[in-house]
């Protein structure tokens, strides 16, 4: 096709949709229709109203409802279209470019369900029309032929920037890391809103699981942020996996976040990973208290909750009497709890790397108040900017590749023999270390979402998603 020649569709051809992620789709090419028209289901409105969007999934290949690709857009209009058969409904109309010959062009296209059509696509005149093309109503195909082979696992579109409906998960949306993640989400045109994890309830069933708040199902997510905190763990974790079953992306997996809010899990998993941290020993039975004291070294030694937060729950005891008392104490209370050695040489401070995917972005040096061992912002500590070693950020990165967390909060002691990792923490919060360091986390854990949110997924063919819509 030269410069000069009009662009000449046949009667059925193979387009790209490229700011939808749909490299290839075959379009029948009808001149009795107006609009064009593309297969959607699941189509939601979201957004505000002096900018609303729509989400939508797509079954780019015919009788394959295991592939799916998820899609949004600016929403540009909703208009009462008739269809070349005669039957009218009501459409959302959204404008994207259509890729004909490596070239794109924008066109106004309504969203549908065509399931029972043989084409996913319709190209109608106000498209041709715009395009300034021609048809051949005697030829098949002129243009390129493509292939749904770009569907397939390894060869499945990447990420495309869209506007992307985000959820964060929070008992507290007016703290500084909730506002902060959601100006970051705003900022890069993204629509998100702060969900109470306590509020929200669960519809658990086989051919559509939902997560219901206030008294009616959430829309679909294309990513949930979960900032669980400690005493909402148990719950929290419920609402995340709901989510997961919804085929949302969830930053942090229900299973990481579970692993690491169990400190003695947390420690066994570091562990089996090779990871250095300080020597640490478990219990249950009181007759073994000395034994224990005497694993991690004696006196003096740190005694902390397994499920504890913040530098709650975290004792020093100067001496054998002073562990034994305290050891008695917190088993009186029926609280699980394990004995760690103590770092004199750390003085009372510690670092606390931020991990997002294999980097650690930002770093702060936390120092303890004077006359406490802890080093933790919420016990008083004071936040310092730092710079760490790249053994310490190899370190980090490890442990929350370990726990399978994609961001982390991972604290680490400096010893004489090395950087021990002391916790790794799921829900970390965000002012202290923006400040420290001057690194806007928040907008980096945003951008870390986009990059892992894949348009196209592929169902198990038994899944009762990919059932519903044959």
Not at 56 to 63: A, E, H, K, M, Q
Not at 250 to 270: E, F, M, P, T, Y
Not at 298 to 319: C, E, F, N
Not at 323 to 345: H, P
Request: hydrophobic share 40%; charged share 25%.
């Amino acid at each position: 096709m030269t410069d000069s020649a009009p662009l000449t569709f046949g009667w059925e051809e193979w387009v790209g949709l490229p700011d939808l992620a749909l490299p290839a789709i075959k379009a029948k090419v009808d001149t009795g229709a107006r609009t064009s028209a593309l297969h959607a289901v699941d189509i939601e409105v979201f957004g505000t109203p002096e900018r609303p969007r729509v989400r939508f999934v797509v079954n780019p290949v015919p009788g394959r409802y295991d592939i799916e690709v998820a899609c949004s857009a600016d929403l540009k209009d909703q208009r009462e279209i008739t269809s070349s058969n005669g039957e009218t409904e009501w459409r959302y109309v959204i404008e994207t470019h259509i890729s004909i010959d490596g070239v794109n062009h924008p066109i106004e296209v309504s969203l549908t369900n065509r399931a029972n059509m043989a084409y996913r696509m319709l190209i109608g005149r106000q498209a041709l029309e715009s395009l300034g093309a021609l048809v051949d109503p005697t030829a098949g195909q002129r243009l390129p032929v493509l292939s749904y082979d770009v569907y397939s696992r390894a060869d499945a579109p990447k990420a495309v920037k869209r506007p992307l409906r985000l959820a964060v998960l929070t008992q507290d949306a007016g703290n500084y890391s909730i506002r902060a993640l959601i100006r970051a989400a705003q900022n890069r045109d993204h629509v998100i809103e702060a969900i109470e994890t306590s509020r929200c309830y669960m519809n658990i069933n086989v051919t559509r699981p939902e997560v219901h708040y206030d008294g009616k199902p959430l829309p679909q997510f294309d990513a949930i942020i979960p900032r669980i905190g400690v005493p909402m763990t148990s719950y929290g974790l419920a609402v995340v996996r709901q989510f997961e079953t919804t085929g949302a992306y969830c930053l942090n997996r229900s299973s990481a976040i579970s692993a690491s809010r169990d400190k003695l899990h947390a420690l066994q998993v570091l562990a089996r990973k090779g990871i250095p941290m300080p020597v640490t020993a478990f219990a249950k039975s009181p007759k073994d208290t000395d034994f224990v004291v005497q694993l991690v070294g004696g006196a003096p030694l740190v005694i902390k909750l397994t499920k504890g937060a913040q530098g709650r729950g975290v004792v020093l005891a100067d001496t054998h009497l002073a562990a034994a008392s305290v050891i008695s104490a917190f088993r009186d209370l029926d609280a699980e709890l394990l004995t760690q050695e103590f770092i004199r040489e750390a003085d009372g401070e510690d670092l606390r790397c931020l991990v997002i995917g294999s980097k650690v972005v930002a770093a702060m040096k936390r120092k303890a108040k004077i006359g406490d061992f802890r080093a933790n912002l919420h016990q008083g500590g004071k936040a310092l900017s730092v710079e760490i070693t790249p053994e310490e950020a190899d370190i980090a990165v490890k442990a929350a590749r370990a726990l399978g967390l994609q961001v982390a909060g991972v604290d680490i002691l400096r010893s004489h023999s090395g950087p021990k990792v002391l916790e790794v923490n799921s829900s970390p919060g965000l002012q202290g270390i923006e400040k420290a360091s001057g690194v806007d986390v928040a907008d980096l854990i945003i951008r870390h979402v986009e990059s892992k949110l894949r348009p196209v997924q592929h169902l198990p063919k038994q899944n009762p998603r990919a059932k519903r819509r044959e």
